[in-house]
């Protein structure tokens, strides 16, 4: 039978690849008996190999033979385990622009527009106005202001309580606007493009401006046993191989001039995976949770609880995803707490500070945004009418930040956050917590602190810890909370508090140097993962 028009030369390829895994290893008994009686297809085979030269792809094989893909396929399979032919295997990498892309290949990099029109600007604009005149949506806000500072195109700069963004002249042309020049509509292979693009195109595919597909070339070649097979099988004709026999065949005497077709019923099966859970959810499932609280936040439980001004740069769009519709909600349900923190803000009211002496505004404090770190779960703790004084709190929490990806961060990522409200405790303690973390949950060597700054904290401390083989990771600060965020919540005891990356932890605990391999959907790494 001919090999039907719509077999591409990819459907060969994969079917081949299919058959080929559920026969991964055969066993000594190949299905392949003398050479003169290898079977109908098996023998065509050869011969269309000989006519290539000793070297085709089974696409090529299937045009030469006559035979359908399935035949093919399972003729390669018994020659390969009969050691007769031998694969290779050339892998490639294609990559295109996505539908996103394709604008961004005609008319620039969202980055690169944005800078066009500041420079035009005077070399600064506000950041929604920078991407408003490039018409780009503002959803785009901070993206451009987050790849002009990465890529150190611009800078952020405070004038007159109004951040902007400052771009002098029109940045040199990058790696990344050279492979959407190569690109240009284009389908090209990876491995054809210089190596020093190799960090751009991942950067660019993780955008999702860019995107690959991985190709397998698949290509026999005639081994010298295959050569004699052939050259044998060339003297006399092959019986015609069929899968069974027929009463009219039995009747017609026609079975004494066909070979039954062999099968090794020895090879092994198709592995077969049963459903289960990722391995980091059910790590993060394992972690036990206490305390609760939305995703969608207000500023004031997640900024102002926390003694952080309302100017403080990490309230900026670039560091903050504030919600468009509604964007703000209703604070009286925290009347009191709100008079106070207010106080303090502006002048430090009982806590023995000065405050940070500016205006403070409620419809600030009002508005949503996405959770950013751990801590407003303890803020959430604190404002409890069941929080108890000595008591302990923890949490993991799933925060959003609009960060550039790259191997070390992402938009969402996990917190593992907690608590000790006690009289008692003090800077040791803490860091007592800090060493258990890092030794028990991700299996430290060693562990250090440094000095840190956080607004909310004094002293402030940054746990990072080091594994042999791994290397030195940072992995989030702590601290004791200042009386300017106790006392205006209700607590009038020292508070010890940690927000560590947990998606961290867990990296070193399983030696993963991407933090993007933890959300993979990779099936092959997900399947050889241990269950704990």
């Known amino acids: 039978m001919a090999c039907r028009a719509a077999d591409t030369q990819d459907d060969l390829q994969s079917k081949y690849t299919r058959a080929e895994s559920s026969n991964r290893k055969p066993s000594a008994s190949t299905g392949i008996g003398p050479l003169s009686e290898l079977g109908e297809n098996e023998a065509r085979i050869l011969k269309a190999l000989q006519e290539s030269g000793g070297k085709a792809t089974p696409f090529i094989l299937a045009q030469r033979s006559g035979l359908a893909d399935s035949a093919v396929a399972r003729a390669i399979l018994n020659l390969s385990s009969g050691g007769l032919v031998k694969e290779l295997v050339e892998k490639r990498t294609e990559i295109q622009a996505t539908k996103e892309g394709e604008q961004y290949v005609s008319k620039g990099l969202p980055e690169r527009q944005a800078a066009k029109i500041i420079v035009q600007s005077g070399g600064h604009l506000n950041p929604k106005e920078a991407v408003e005149r490039t018409g780009l949506s503002l959803d785009y806000v901070p993206i451009v202001t987050g790849w002009l500072t990465r890529k150190k195109w611009g800078r952020l700069e405070k004038k007159d309580s109004q951040i902007e963004l400052i771009v002098e002249k029109d940045p040199e042309r990058d790696d990344d606007e050279e492979v959407l020049a190569l690109i240009d509509h284009k389908v090209l292979t990876q491995e054809e493009l210089p190596n020093e693009f190799t960090f751009s195109i991942i950067r660019l595919i993780r955008r999702n401006i860019l995107e690959s597909r991985e190709k397998s070339d698949r290509r026999l070649e005639i081994t010298p046993a295959g050569t004699e097979a052939a050259l044998a099988t060339s003297a006399t004709s092959p019986k015609t191989e069929v899968s069974n026999l027929t009463g009219d065949m039995i009747a017609s005497g026609e079975w004494e001039h066909v070979q039954l077709r062999t099968y090794n019923v020895s090879s092994n099966v198709p592995n077969t995976w049963p459903g289960?859970?990722?391995?980091?959810?059910?790590?993060?499932?394992?972690?036990?949770?206490?305390?609760?609280?939305?995703?969608?936040?207000?500023?004031?439980?997640?900024?102002?609880?926390?003694?952080?001004?309302?100017?403080?740069?990490?309230?900026?769009?670039?560091?903050?995803?504030?919600?468009?519709?509604?964007?703000?909600?209703?604070?009286?349900?925290?009347?009191?707490?709100?008079?106070?923190?207010?106080?303090?803000?502006?002048?430090?009211?009982?806590?023995?500070?000065?405050?940070?002496?500016?205006?403070?505004?409620?419809?600030?404090?009002?508005?949503?945004?996405?959770?950013?770190?751990?801590?407003?779960?303890?803020?959430?703790?604190?404002?409890?009418?069941?929080?108890?004084?000595?008591?302990?709190?923890?949490?993991?929490?799933?925060?959003?930040?609009?960060?550039?990806?790259?191997?070390?961060?992402?938009?969402?990522?996990?917190?593992?956050?907690?608590?000790?409200?006690?009289?008692?405790?003090?800077?040791?303690?803490?860091?007592?917590?800090?060493?258990?973390?890092?030794?028990?949950?991700?299996?430290?060597?060693?562990?250090?602190?440094?000095?840190?700054?956080?607004?909310?904290?004094?002293?402030?401390?940054?746990?990072?810890?080091?594994?042999?083989?791994?290397?030195?990771?940072?992995?989030?600060?702590?601290?004791?909370?200042?009386?300017?965020?106790?006392?205006?919540?209700?607590?009038?005891?020292?508070?010890?508090?940690?927000?560590?990356?947990?998606?961290?932890?867990?990296?070193?605990?399983?030696?993963?140097?991407?933090?993007?391999?933890?959300?993979?959907?990779?099936?092959?790494?997900?399947?050889?993962?241990?269950?704990?």
């Open 276 to 532: 289960r859970l990722h391995p980091y959810a059910k790590f993060l499932r394992n972690a036990n949770q206490e305390v609760t609280g939305p995703l969608v936040e207000y500023a004031f439980i997640n900024c102002d609880c926390l003694y952080m001004p309302q100017d403080h740069p990490a309230r900026e769009v670039h560091d903050l995803f504030y919600l468009k519709d509604p964007n703000n909600g209703d604070l009286s349900i925290w009347n009191g707490t709100v008079d106070r923190v207010e106080e303090t803000h502006e002048n430090g009211d009982r806590t023995g500070s000065k405050g940070w002496r500016y205006a403070y505004s409620r419809q600030e404090a009002a508005r949503l945004i996405m959770r950013s770190h751990g801590t407003a779960l303890s803020v959430r703790a604190m404002l409890s009418k069941n929080v108890k004084i000595p008591g302990k709190y923890f949490a993991v929490a799933r925060c959003y930040r609009p960060d550039p990806l790259d191997k070390t961060h992402l938009m969402e990522f996990n917190q593992v956050e907690g608590i000790i409200i006690d009289p008692n405790l003090n800077l040791r303690n803490l860091l007592g917590v800090l060493d258990m973390f890092a030794k028990e949950i991700a299996s430290a060597d060693k562990v250090r602190f440094k000095p840190d700054y956080f607004p909310f904290t004094e002293p402030s401390v940054e746990l990072q810890a080091y594994k042999q083989g791994y290397g030195w990771v940072e992995f989030g600060g702590s601290g004791i909370f200042r009386p300017e965020v106790t006392i205006p919540l209700g607590i009038k005891a020292q508070v010890l508090a940690w927000g560590l990356g947990i998606d961290r932890l867990y990296m070193m605990n399983k030696r993963i140097s991407d933090i993007r391999q933890l959300f993979s959907p990779d099936l092959e790494w997900i399947r050889n993962q241990k269950i704990d």
